[in-house]
């Protein structure tokens, strides 16, 4: 079974600082996605990030980077410069040639100016 | 380009009763996934449709159902309502099975 486990509830991160989102995963699967969605308060689901397990390489969007450690299956998301709109649920997600996305229960993320 | 919508937004229904949500599809994308979405937990994959056949199913009972339509946009119904279904519905769209999924605002199902 595949399973995404997201062990921070809630997180909070001062307004320009930076922030680090914790995600491990597990999956008998050789050739695999990961993803990080944000959740705003307005509930539609936006992609922030994703990485290709065959990529060595750390994907990073603007000021959102990817720690991924393929040996630890773990996949933690960097958070630069924090801004007031970056607050949100952060949903680390997985999906493995299948049909299917497993997320986790999400971390929730406070900016306090 | 349009993004996925869904209607309605909200809705109230009895324990019991039935219900339609849709789902409008990103221009282009045929394939569309459902997901229940309860307060404070991830979303747990329902049901996804490819070319109007159903592609795949999670760990939900048969009273959840669904279509695709020629246009790729999708239906869920669920029959014979229960408490536990109160949750938000999303639905998301994607240009193959496993694509990038593009999500819908979703629909706030209550269930009393």
């Known amino acids: 079974a595949q399973t995404v486990t997201q062990s921070q509830p809630e997180m909070s991160v001062q307004e320009a600082e930076t922030v680090t989102l914790s995600c491990t995963y597990d999956t008998s699967e050789s050739d695999y996605y990961l993803f990080w969605y944000k959740q705003p308060p307005s509930r539609q689901m936006i992609l922030v990030i994703r990485q290709e397990a065959y990529k060595q390489q750390n994907a990073t969007e603007n000021r959102f980077s990817v720690n991924f450690q393929k040996a630890a299956k773990s996949f933690s998301l960097k958070i630069s410069d924090s801004q007031l709109g970056d607050a949100a649920m952060y949903f680390c997600a997985l999906t493995s040639g299948t049909y299917k996305y497993i997320f986790g229960t999400g971390t929730r993320l406070k900016v306090l100016a | 380009e349009t993004g996925v919508t869904q209607s309605p937004t909200h809705l109230i229904k009895t324990r019991g009763q039935q219900v339609t949500l849709r789902c409008s599809s990103q221009?282009?994308?045929?394939?569309v996934s459902w997901y229940q979405q309860a307060l404070g937990q991830g979303p747990q994959f329902i049901f996804q449709?490819?070319?109007?056949?159903?592609?795949g199913r999670g760990n939900f009972p048969p009273r959840f159902s669904g279509l695709q339509f020629p246009n790729y946009s999708s239906e869920l119904n669920v029959n014979a309502l229960e408490l536990d279904d109160s949750a938000l519905y999303l639905c998301a769209s994607s240009l193959a099975s496993w694509g990038e999924q593009f999500f819908g605002p979703g629909t706030r199902l209550t269930v009393l």
């Open positions: 449709y490819y070319r109007e056949e159903e592609n």
């Open positions: 221009s282009g994308h045929n394939t």
